[in-house]
């Protein structure tokens, strides 16, 4: 399949976030990061723009009962980057997770400056 964006991880909170997940939670999250590489129009059950944030989403991953977020945003229009993830045991995003994801964020707009 042909990638129509581009994805990369700002530092190593995602893989460090990925290496404590089980075989596979990784597969089923790589599954995720690829179709929102190769997808034209991203589904919202994968990719969903968190409200009063600026441009902030969350990559979903869904495996049974159990759900994972990635947070990630774009840059340049095509480039998808990967900050923290975690996972999700209530109903609302933890407002400390979103904090975090916000301060990475705005590092990662400072240092390509």
Known sequence: MEKIREI????????????????????????????????????????KLIAETDGLYEARIQLGSDIWRVFCFFDKGKLVILLNGFQK???????????????????????TK
């Open 8 to 47: 990369i991880a700002y530092k190593n909170y995602f893989e460090d976030f990925l290496r404590k997940q089980p075989k596979k939670v990784q597969d089923k999250i790589f599954k995720i990061l690829e179709a929102i590489e190769t997808l034209e129009r991203i589904p919202t059950t994968y990719l």
């Open 89 to 111: 045991k209530s109903q609302k995003t933890p407002k400390g997770e979103i904090e975090k994801a916000k301060k990475l964020m705005k590092a990662y707009y400072e240092s």
